[in-house]
Every structure is written in C-alpha cells, then in structure tokens.
C-alpha cells in the first residue's frame, strides 16, 4: 500500500468511526426513522442547509460529520428505491 493510500484508508476509518459515534449519538437523543423513504426529503433539505452553513460555524467537525451522515441516508435510500424497480 502506498503512503497515500495508506494515509487515506486511516482517515476514512477515524471519519467513519467518528460517523459511527455521532450516530449513536443522535440515536440515543431519539432520533430514528432515516431508513424510511418519506424521510429522503427532509434529509436532503438538512444536507443543504448544513453544508451551506459549515462554513460559518467555527470548529465544524460535527457538521462535517452530520452531512456525512445525511448523504449516507440519501444514499442508502435512493439505492432502496432503485432496488424496487
């Protein structure tokens, strides 16, 4: 493996660990349903307002990691929806 590589496969776990957490996190404040088609829109209006402002907000990693998280909801979704065709 590459330094690069390798560089970039340690930062993907430490991001996704930190994903991981956040997750939980939020899961633990109540919050549940992202698995459910009707939230992809919400999610994708929240995905554009975070990403609009994080760069106003001072130490934004945890709005880095919410944007994260919502894109792999959106994701996750649009793949379900596909599946069903």
């Known amino acids: 493996m590459k330094i690069k590589e390798k560089k970039l496969s340690e930062t993907l776990k430490e991001f996704v660990g ?3 957490r956040r997750l939980a996190e939020k899961e633990g404040d109540g919050y549940e349903g992202w698995d459910n088609q009707d939230c992809f829109t919400p999610l994708l209006s929240c995905l554009i307002k975070d990403a609009g402002e994080v760069l106003d907000i001072p130490n934004s990693q945890k709005e880095c990691i ?3 998280n919502r894109a792999m909801m959106l994701w996750y979704l649009d793949n379900k929806k596909t599946e069903g065709k």
């Open 18 to 20: 930190e994903m991981e």
């Open 66 to 68: 919410d944007i994260a």
